[in-house]
T-cell receptor, first 118, second 112 residues
Framework: GAVVSQHPSWVICKSGTSVKIECRSLDFQATTMFWYRQFPKQSLMLMATSNEGSKATYEQGVEKDKFLINHASLTLSTLTVTSAHPEDSSFYIC??????????????FGPGTRLTVL | QQQVKQSPQSLIVQKGGISIINCAYENTAFDYFPWYQQFPGKGPALLIAIRPDVSEKKEGRFTISFNKSAKQFSLHIMDSQPGDSATYFCAVTSFGNEKLTFGTGTRLTIIP
């Protein structure tokens, strides 16, 4: 149980285009999801916290107009990278907060999405 | 300000040996200390986690040692195997704070 999927697993796009990444909790409802960014050989950096039915909370330094997050249902959150540029190329990982009855701090991570902007 | 410091950055251990990775934190409010394992091109997966009410937790070959007074915790991998070769991240958080703060990561390589 507690499986999180991401789609697509990798994407290549041209500079200036927008890319949407989906994060789904497959077997549980996730009121809170998180989006991370990871550069090669670096740690995970939290970009934003996504709560179902409300606006996402962005970390300091993350452009909310560039990284649009929507959490329209209890099983789906999306991250849209708008007007992507080569410096947005990175590994994007989502996670979902553990459902009720499990550790309150535990997060289940998706497999990640590799974005390459040409 | 780095909330959690992880060391070493990289580690090479012979097969069958013990791998030890350390993390130190400053904020005494932290009360959940997980370790994550990440393989290249994959998302991190929870390996083992501990709360400050115990000093040690063991799950199979993986053990967390926790020193509350020193504000340090470590991951021990016993009988290390080539399949353990991965990057390991410690993390910290506290009750009421749903965010995880990750350490800088340790790239572990197990050699035959």
């Amino acid at each position: 149980g507690a499986v999180v999927s991401q789609h697509p697993s990798w994407v290549i796009c041209k500079s200036g285009t927008s890319v949407k990444i989906e994060c789904r909790s497959l077997d549980f409802q996730a009121t809170t999801m998180f989006w991370y960014r990871q550069f090669p050989k670096q740690s995970l950096m939290l970009m934003a916290t996504s709560n179902e039915g409300s606006k996402a909370t962005y970390e300091q330094g993350v452009e909310k107009d560039k990284f649009l997050i929507n959490h329209a249902s209890l099983t789906l959150s999306t991250l849209t990278v708008t007007s992507a540029h080569p410096e947005d190329s990175s590994f994007y990982i989502c996670s979902a907060r553990a459902p009720a009855g499990m550790s309150y701090n535990e997060q289940f991570f998706g497999p990640g999405t590799r974005l390459t902007v040409l | 300000q780095q909330q959690v410091k992880q060391s070493p950055q990289s580690l090479i251990v012979q097969k069958g040996g013990i791998s030890i990775i350390n993390c130190a934190y400053e904020n005494t409010a932290f009360d959940y200390f997980p370790w994550y394992q990440q393989f290249p091109g994959k998302g991190p997966a929870l390996l083992i986690a501990i709360r400050p009410d115990v000093s040690e937790k063991k799950e199979g070959r993986f053990t967390i040692s926790f020193n509350k007074s020193a504000k340090q915790f470590s991951l021990h991998i016993m009988d290390s195997q080539p399949g353990d070769s991965a990057t390991y991240f410690c993390a910290v958080t506290s009750f009421g704070n749903e965010k995880l703060t990750f350490g800088t990561g340790t790239r572990l390589t197990i050699i035959p």
